[in-house]
């Protein structure tokens, strides 16, 4: 059992992210028994392990590895193995900062005034727990002032903000923090696919982390299958026409030798998926690759170019990868 990740220092709007130097998750499914979702949680563990899910404070980051992270904890759940701790970069960026009273904000000097009108009242109240609610409802409506609209309504706080800050007093008092139930959440994992001749490599390509996320988990567990990615950053300080940097692009999907891949349409910079697999379909380089259309628009354009029928970024449909895989 990996040893509980210390506790993460609100720096600003900085997070320190000390998750990846105290679990190494491909490591915690090495070393526990995970039986026929072996292959599942050690494709998520991969995912985990990545410097592009690091959370550093970024609630977008938060957002993408719990979604992986809670697989995870599924597949263990699944499997019988103990979940590991539960990442405290999963729910730090959702706490609201603490009330600081030399920074007074126009939304929380409001709320303020009703706490103090409140407590004036409750001071000499007889009814303990009655005054115990009352004080509870205003410290509440403090921590999350700047949410509220007085003027309108008190619905732009999240639940997942209410449990982040229950999650943060409890870890700081040493207890467990409030976790879904993870047997209760969606499972899906391609562990019954019929795994290819050879073990292949399977390469995502697409501008988009969130989606890359998705497809990675609706091919995740395929037996034999090697899942990676290669995430098109829009660089806006490249000059460079499109042929150059289609040409750039296919360099780097031919060095990492993959077998399939998952072809995104809209890249980004002016540039279309079809694009890229026209340029290869040319290149005797790549001839033995297998591409499969994986958009969430229409797959025409790259079907037109041999690719195999859309994989919708995992999430659902998957004769055309499994007909790719097959073909291999």
């Known amino acids: 059992m990996s040893e509980q990740p210390p506790q993460l220092e609100n720096q600003g709007e900085v997070l320190t992210d000390s998750i990846k130097s105290t679990i190494d998750f491909v490591q915690y499914v090495e070393s526990h028994n995970f039986g026929d979702y072996k292959k599942y949680a050690l494709d ?14 970024d609630e977008s980051k938060a957002d993408t590895r719990t979604t992986v992270f809670n697989r995870f904890c599924t597949a263990c759940a699944k499997a ?19 009330y600081n009273s030399g920074d007074i904000k126009p939304k929380t000097k409001q709320v303020l005034k009703i706490k103090n009108d409140v407590e004036s009242q409750t001071r000499e109240m007889e009814d303990v727990n009655a005054k115990k609610e009352i004080d509870t409802l ?25 449990v982040a800050h229950l999650n943060k007093k409890l870890t700081e008092k040493g207890m467990k923090p409030a976790r879904p139930d993870y047997l209760k959440l969606e499972f899906k994992t391609r562990a019954k696919e019929q795994a290819p001749s050879k073990p292949i490599k399977l390469l995502i390509v697409d501008d988009n982390f969130e989606e890359i996320v998705n497809s ?14 290669l995430r098109c950053e829009r660089d806006y300080s490249d000059k460079s026409s499109n042929e150059k940097k289609i040409s750039n692009l ?31 379909n040319i290149d005797p380089r790549a ?5 499969v259309a994986n958009t969430g628009g229409n ?3 790259l079907r037109a170019q041999g690719a195999f029928r859309n994989f919708e970024k995992g999430r659902g449909r998957v004769d055309g990868l499994r007909s790719a895989i097959k073909s291999i």
């Not at 019988?80 to 603490?98: A, H, N, R, S």
């Open 80 to 98: 019988g193995v103990e979940t590991p701790p539960l990442e405290e970069g999963l729910f730090m960026p959702f706490v609201p900062e603490d």
């Open 299 to 301: 797959d025409d354009d």
């Open 287 to 291: 001839a033995k690759i297998k591409k």
């Open 138 to 162: 205003t410290e509440f409506m403090l921590l999350f002032a700047e949410k509220f609209d007085l003027q309108d309504s008190f619905d732009g706080i999240s639940s997942r903000e209410i």
């Open 250 to 280: 296919i360099e780097k999907i031919l060095a990492t030798s993959a077998d399939v891949i998952l072809m995104d349409q809209g890249i980004g910079d002016g540039i279309n998926g079809s694009d890229i697999l026209k340029s290869m």
């Open 216 to 229: 990675y988990l609706g091919a995740a567990g395929w037996p034999d299958v090697t899942i990676e990615y």
């Open 44 to 57: 998520l563990a991969s995912l985990l392990n990545s410097p592009d899910l690091e959370v550093n404070g």
